[in-house]
């Protein structure tokens, strides 16, 4: 009996032993940092309140919960210090970081703490992709960018890592915004009294959230918008995120359907505006709300948008030629222009018409005219060259709303002709289009001095057009103005 309570008392002597071997490790050292030598803060929260002032968005970000806690250390060897990344928080690579050093009683000033350097980024998916660019670092506002503050016997630092864009033009720029993991490459710590070492890389899991897409607030909405042959659109909510607000809706299966126009609405000053559907089947279908500057310094709660037509794509095509003839004629004599009055499309109110060819600002052009019979503006009918796409992939939310109103042209050969540009100009009810031809080496050098139209049968096409039918019933849509920014 004896024997087992002096294994007893011998356990607890041993268990105290160690719970107190403990408590000194992480307890703080005796001595105080030298407020005169280093700036120190009270709390963490008052050392966050500098970073602020550092960089305009952290605020936001710590706010809603985009700042993410990484709590990563790191021996540092030949300083017997240890580096910690606390904090990070990434929007398609542009990251900062907030690491953290202790503080030794020989610290003389901030200059004797190790300060982290990185030289490359590689970024990592989920499906093994990789890809490694140069890292910059961005600087801080003016006036704003110091060696740290500490708290509780650790220096804490900052960066705000931007990997560098320009190294080719082949890389595959999705992968830095798909990213799960970044690993800082080629990293380096300096200080005064030790100089620069190499330490090993650090590899970083990116939060999962992306603070482009999170809705942050939401307010329910009740509202159904009937369309051609009874086909229904349920606006469920007006949700706020970051950087903007947007309609939650529910779409009909209806491929054809890419917005919705209002006229004489709250929001904006322009008669006629048009809205369009992004999203997809599988995570929701929205519609982006912008507010004017000036309405969101009024603060205005209450705000009211109507919407008075569906906005549609045809998805056929239209297409006619001009003769070679036709060219070489004009070219002969520039100060007579090519009259011509053809109808290529119709739809609905709206027509599309080709006048032929004459000069414009003293510049050969081909000259094409929309006109529409009712008050609408033909915001939703702005004509672009395909080339302007030069067959780039877009993302799933925008390929319902992704390359409408194109217009390409082809010579005799049936080759596509990628060196001409439009310019319009408006009036009431009809925008007039000119087709200027350029040296294609030119335009890439930012020269635009126009030349002659190629004498060749040109055969011009109109695609993915877009058309406004009318509501039968215009629909108020009454929401708060609950952006986040306000």
């Known amino acids: 009996m004896q024997i087992i309570k002096k294994l007893l008392i011998g356990s607890v002597l041993i268990g105290g032993f160690v719970v107190y071997t403990q408590y000194e490790k992480s307890a703080e050292p005796t001595w105080k940092v030298n407020a005169e030598q280093f700036s120190v803060v009270k709390s ?21 919960g985009f700042l993410k806690n990484v709590n990563k250390t790191f021996t540092l060897k030949d300083s017997y210090r240890t580096l910690k990344i606390e904090k990070l928080w990434n929007m398609n ?26 030289k490359n980024m590689q970024f990592q998916t989920k499906e093994g992709e990789e890809l490694v660019l140069k890292a910059g670092e961005e600087m801080a506002h003016p006036g704003t960018r110091d060696e740290g503050f500490v708290y509780k016997h650790r220096l804490y630092r900052s960066m705000m890592l931007m990997p560098s864009m320009f190294d080719s033009s082949e890389n595959d720029w999705s992968i830095v915004s798909n990213a799960t993991v970044v690993r800082l490459q080629d990293l380096t710590i300096s200080s005064k009294d030790k100089g620069v070492d190499s330490i090993q890389d650090i590899a970083l899991t990116m939060p ?53 126009a209002s006229k004489n609405n709250t929001l904006h000053d322009r ?33 009211i948008l109507t919407f008075t037509s569906s906005v549609h794509k045809d998805p056929r095509s239209f297409s006619w030629t001009i003769p070679k003839k036709d060219i070489q004629t ?26 032929g060819i004459t000069l414009f600002e003293e510049s050969p052009r081909i000259k094409l005219s929309l006109t529409t019979d009712t008050d609408h503006q033909l915001n939703h009918l702005r004509l672009i060259p395909d080339h302007y796409y030069n067959d780039t992939e877009v993302t799933d939310d925008y390929e319902r709303v992704y390359k409408n109103n194109i217009i390409s042209i082809s010579d005799e050969k049936k080759t596509r002709i990628k060196n001409f540009e439009l310019h319009h100009s408006e009036e009431e009810n009809k925008s007039t289009y000119y087709i200027t031809f350029y040296n ?47």
Not at 286 to 291: V, W
């Open 44 to 64: 963490l929260k008052d050392g966050m309140k500098r970073e602020y002032n550092k960089f305009a968005e952290l605020e936001l970000m710590d706010k809603y």
């Open 271 to 303: 008669p006629t505006r048009t809205y369009g559907i992004l999203g997809t089947k599988k995570n929701g279908y929205y519609i982006p709300i912008y507010d004017m500057p000036d309405e969101m310094e009024g603060k205005k709660k209450e705000k």
């Open 330 to 355: 004009f070219l002969t004599n520039k100060n007579q222009p090519v009259l011509k009055n053809q109808e290529i499309v119709r739809m609905n109110d709206t027509v599309i018409s080709y006048e």
């Open 93 to 118: 690579g542009r990251m900062y970081v907030l690491y953290s050093v202790d503080v030794k009683e020989r610290d003389k000033d901030e200059y004797n703490i190790p300060r982290l350097s990185v």
């Open 208 to 260: 999962a959230e992306d603070p482009y897409t999170k809705v942050l607030k939401s307010e329910p909405i009740d509202r159904t918008i009937t369309y051609e042959d009874n086909k229904k659109v349920k606006i469920k909510s007006i949700d706020a995120l970051l950087y903007e607000q947007r309609l939650r809706v529910e779409i009909p299966n209806d491929e054809d359907l890419i917005g919705f």
């Open 440 to 486: 294609k080496k030119e335009i890439e050098n930012g020269e635009m001095r126009p030349i002659l139209i190629p004498e060749s049968d040109l055969t011009i096409t109109l695609s993915n057009l877009s058309y406004l039918m009318p509501l039968k019933n215009p629909v108020d849509i009454p929401f708060k103005n609950i952006m986040i920014l306000n």
